[in-house]
């Protein structure tokens, strides 16, 4: 069945410093995947996505690289900021519906 | 201001008293969907509805009914609720879920349920 594993579940990196989360997932149909923040007390928001025929998006500090092949998709968030501190969850879009996986989630924690 | 809203923010209620969670958007989506989120487990799909009429299983909808008889509304069911349905609940809704076009899903504000 469909399936999204996250690593690492938490995650603690000093102000300045890169952060990499990392997912996979099971089924090769999936075509879209969504990374959500959210913070404590809120509800998630998206924050950068990437479909299936493109292997890197950037949006300012934030990346999304994609291996199709391997089924493995990472977050990259660079000169992180205490701002960051969140959770972030990865999440994969499966095509024959609506289903949405999402990972267990990565607490990042970004010290001042 | 395009939105989802949920309601009510909080429940605290028995087991086996049947409650209804609203959700509504109004920015004309088509897609809607509700989650559970639980520590540890992350977001968890409960049911989804592609249009009006529409509606889907996700990966936990034991226990739980949804109805999708205008586009607006998709609201969520406990027919009997057990205190393993204590959780936080997120509706959310997107233009379209078919991995074309615009499917980024906009969560509503949450409910938090607690089942005694």
């Known amino acids: 069945g469909e399936n999204v594993e996250q690593h690492p579940s938490t995650l603690s990196v000093q102000e300045g410093d890169s952060a990499v989360i990392k997912c996979t997932y099971s089924d090769s149909a999936s075509n879209y995947f969504p990374w959500y923040k959210q913070e404590l007390g809120k509800r998630p928001q998206l924050i950068i996505d990437i479909r299936s025929n493109v292997g890197e998006k950037k949006d300012q500090r934030i990346a999304v690289t994609l291996n199709k092949t391997a089924k493995h998709f990472s977050l990259h968030i660079t000169e992180t900021q205490p701002e960051d501190s969140a959770v972030y969850f990865c999440?994969?879009?499966?095509?024959?519906?609506?289903?949405?996986?999402f990972g267990q989630g990565t607490e990042l924690s970004v010290k001042p | 201001e395009a939105q989802v809203t949920q309601n009510p923010r909080y429940l605290i209620t028995v087991t086996g008293k049947k409650l209804t969670v609203t959700c509504s958007q109004n920015?004309?989506?088509?897609?809607m969907s509700w989650y559970r989120q639980d520590p540890g487990l992350g977001l968890r799909q409960i049911y989804y509805s592609m249009n009006v009429e529409v509606t889907d299983k996700g990966d936990v909808p034991e226990g739980y009914k949804v109805s999708r008889k205008e586009k607006r509304n998709f609201p969520l069911i406990l027919e009997s609720p057990s205190p393993n349905q204590t959780s936080l609940y997120f509706c959310?809704?997107?233009?379209?879920?078919?991995?074309?076009?615009?499917?980024?899903?906009?969560f509503g504000p949450g409910t938090r349920l607690l089942v005694l």
């Open positions: 999440a994969a879009l499966y095509n024959q519906g609506g289903k949405l996986i």
């Open positions: 920015m004309n989506h088509e897609y």
């Open positions: 959310a809704s997107s233009l379209l879920g078919r991995g074309q076009g615009s499917e980024t899903q906009y």
